[in-house]
């Protein structure tokens, strides 16, 4: 995938997929259900037919209804939105992340928090050497 798939979404698609992995399957109709404001229905199939065709989601046909899932495994989708997010908010930068995330009066960040951030931090510098 050339671009981030959250980069190439637009944000009633985002809410699509959302609907999506949590169910992990879904109509149109349900889909519509779960959507916020009123989409209408020809509106909601338009756009599940566009991230098919994006490559984001499948089909599969029961009767004479379609029944969509996604294509993209929740942990890409989340790398890529995640990376997004880093790259549009804090300049691409791990540490302006963490930054962000362990200062200021809104950070109520656990002892044992801490400790498993140390440890993935830990882990990521001995994967760096090897």
Do not use: C, W
């Amino acid at each position: 995938m050339a671009k981030s798939l959250h980069a190439v979404l637009t944000r009633r698609e985002r809410q699509i997929m959302d609907i999506l992995f949590r169910r992990g399957r879904a109509t149109a109709a349900e889909v519509m259900d779960e959507l916020p404001g009123e989409p209408s229905s020809s509106t909601v199939r338009t756009q599940l037919r566009v991230l098919e065709e994006k490559g984001h989601v499948r089909h599969e046909e029961d009767g004479l209804r379609y029944v969509y899932m996604p294509a993209v495994a929740r942990t890409t989708a989340r790398k890529s939105a995640l990376r997004h997010l880093v790259d549009t908010f804090f300049d691409g930068s791990a540490e302006n992340v963490v930054a962000a995330l362990l200062g200021g009066e809104g950070a109520r960040v656990s002892e044992e928090e801490l400790q498993r951030i140390a440890d993935l931090v830990a882990r990521a510098r001995k994967e760096g050497k090897s």
